[in-house]
């Protein structure tokens, strides 16, 4: 699906640097405005003492997915298919559960003690995924606040970015910020944990995880109506800040209202080397925010 056109703002510096070099500069996610963005809030988005009920709504679980194949790596939780196998096959399951069949109790434990775990691989999975870099944009097409804060009260400048999907550019990989009250958790709620330790692929599960953690932001960030594009950086590889882009990609140039003559004329210079074709604007001179092509 066609992306909305994405806009970014700079200050006069950035924008040099941009145009100059031909290449965008990626943040890490230690230099966001929101120091919890890029990160995972907790195990669960319900208080600790309500993910106590693991125990109590295993069998619950089970018996809604007696036909589903457990997927689970563990040894103990894999014990869970021999309650499955009751569950299909005895009417009186409950009483052969507790009474004869198979101690649910260690199972039931086995999955606290990987909530355990899984509590602590929160922290390691923040620390991850500060190794990310992010370029950030917004849909938003002359905003006074992006003006304002990411332009240098309108001495920077807004460029358009239209990816080249003949040319696979990277940017067709931008993404929608998702907005809610809180920062996302690991898992929704317990029950969703035990069905991911026995059912789940946990491939399929960590890609979910890493789309919560890097496309949300709290709503009082909203009016943003931000875009990103976020790439890891892997342990072998060299880091980095910045990337290039195809010059095309970049055809739009707005310039604020109140940049410096000598920055107006730079800028414009550096993005006509860039790309010939580039549309370059500059604002209106009645002050009503409009702008007129050079």
């Given at each position: 699906m066609a992306l909305p056109p994405l806009y970014?703002?700079?200050?006069?510096?950035?924008a040099k640097l941009t145009l100059g070099n031909g290449r965008f500069r990626h943040a890490k996610p230690s230099d966001f405005n929101d120091i919890e963005d890029f990160t995972i809030r907790s195990l669960f988005s319900e208080p600790l003492e309500e993910a106590g009920r693991i125990s109590q709504n295993f069998h619950e679980i089970l018996y809604e997915n007696r036909h589903r194949e457990i997927r689970a790596d563990n040894a103990t939780l894999r014990k869970a298919a021999v309650i499955q196998h009751a569950f299909r096959v005895i009417l009186d399951a409950i009483r052969v559960l507790r009474e004869e069949l198979v101690n649910v109790d260690e199972v039931a434990l086995e999955l606290d003690r990987m909530s355990a775990f899984a509590q602590a691989q929160v922290d390691d999975f923040n620390r991850q995924l500060q190794g990310y870099r992010a370029l950030y944009v917004t849909t938003e097409f002359n905003?006074?606040?992006?003006?304002?804060?990411?332009?240098a009260k309108n001495t920077g400048a807004?460029?358009?970015?239209?990816?080249?999907?003949?040319?696979?550019?990277?940017?067709?990989?931008?993404?929608?910020?998702?907005?809610?009250?809180?920062?996302?958790s690991l898992y929704d709620h317990a029950d969703?944990?035990?069905?991911?330790?026995?059912?789940?692929?946990?491939?399929?599960t960590m890609s979910e995880i890493l789309d919560r953690a890097i496309y949300s932001k709290t709503n009082e960030w909203k009016f943003e109506s931000e875009y990103r594009l976020a790439i890891p950086i892997f342990e072998h590889e060299e880091a980095w800040d910045t990337l290039p882009f195809h010059p095309e990609e970049v055809d739009q140039l707005y310039l604020g209202h109140a940049m410096t003559a000598a920055d107006a004329e730079e800028i414009i210079a550096k993005a006509i080397r860039l790309n010939p074709a580039i549309e370059i604007y500059r604002p209106n001179a009645n002050g009503n925010g409009d702008f007129n092509r050079v």
């Open positions: 970014k703002y700079f200050d006069a510096r950035g905003s006074k606040y992006m003006w304002d804060n990411y332009a807004m460029v358009r970015i239209s990816p080249l999907y003949e040319k696979d550019s990277k940017f067709k990989l931008f993404k929608p910020v998702k907005y809610s009250e809180r920062h996302p969703q944990f035990v069905f991911d330790a026995l059912f789940g692929d946990r491939e399929n």
